[in-house]
């Protein structure tokens, strides 16, 4: 079955740019018809959306984070990655990757988060 | 912006039935705002219950129910358990493929 794992560093300085990548197993990222989506959630705090991309490199994103959101696929590694520039104490958080399907709404098969921690 | 709501907290006896809410801040919520349904216990990703307003994921037991209340998008969960007691969030498409969750609520079951 489909797993998916993300993976990057856990601790970050303020200014930097995040560099998370979700690993996907037991499928391709090219499959049409699938959306892979980045969701984090500060700790005791709910569900953000980020944003997500298409097999075709489509995008969409969160309107209050796409002035520093850059998500994007790596087919020949089976990957996706999200980049958010200028991170800020805000910005921790548990980061979760995830597929959902086209006409299946958020039907979410999620891995299973990475926390990043900001923090001078 | 529009902001998704739900209420903070719910608490529910064993055995009995709670429906939970999403809602937004103007307007109603539709079928075509495609609601969807994730439980979280602490320390565990989300997991999903329902999708597209009605479906239940695979696995989910059919305690687990999805349905538009009104102008909410409503779960509501017969024979409540123990290992019911967790986070709900909801999703709602906005449009645009844009997509933004509930702050979630707390369910305690006593």
């Known amino acids: 079955q489909v797993q998916l794992q993300e993976s990057g560093p856990g601790l970050l300085s303020p200014s930097q740019t995040l560099s998370l990548t979700c690993t996907v197993s037991?499928?391709?990222?090219?499959?049409?018809?699938?959306?892979w989506t980045w969701i984090r959630q500060p700790a005791g705090k709910g569900l953000e959306w980020i944003g997500r991309i298409r097999p075709d490199g489509s995008t969409n994103y969160n309107p209050s984070l796409k002035s520093r959101v850059t998500i994007s696929l790596d087919t020949l590694k089976n990957q996706f990655s999200l980049k958010l520039s200028s991170v800020t104490a805000a910005d921790t958080a548990v980061y979760y990757c995830?597929?959902?399907?086209?006409?299946?709404?958020?039907?979410?098969?999620w891995g299973q988060g990475t926390l990043v921690t900001v923090s001078s | 912006q529009t902001v998704v709501t739900q209420e903070p907290s719910f608490s529910v006896s064993p055995g009995g039935t709670v429906t939970l809410t999403c809602g937004l801040s103007?307007?109603?919520?539709?079928?075509?705002?495609?609601p969807s349904w994730y439980q979280q216990t602490p320390g565990q990703a989300p997991r999903t219950l329902i999708y597209t307003t009605y479906t239940r994921s695979s696995g989910v037991p059919d305690r687990f129910s999805g349905s538009i209340l009104g102008n909410k998008a409503a779960l509501t969960i017969t024979g409540a358990q123990a290992d019911d007691e967790s986070d709900y969030y909801c999703?709602?498409?906005?449009?645009?493929?844009?997509?933004?969750f509930g702050g979630g609520t707390k369910l305690t079951v006593l």
């Open positions: 103007s307007g109603s919520v539709s079928t075509t705002h495609y």
């Open positions: 037991g499928g391709s990222v090219s499959s049409a018809g699938y959306f």
């Open positions: 999703v709602l498409y906005m449009g645009s493929g844009i997509w933004v």
């Open positions: 995830a597929r959902d399907a086209l006409g299946s709404g958020a039907n979410y098969l």
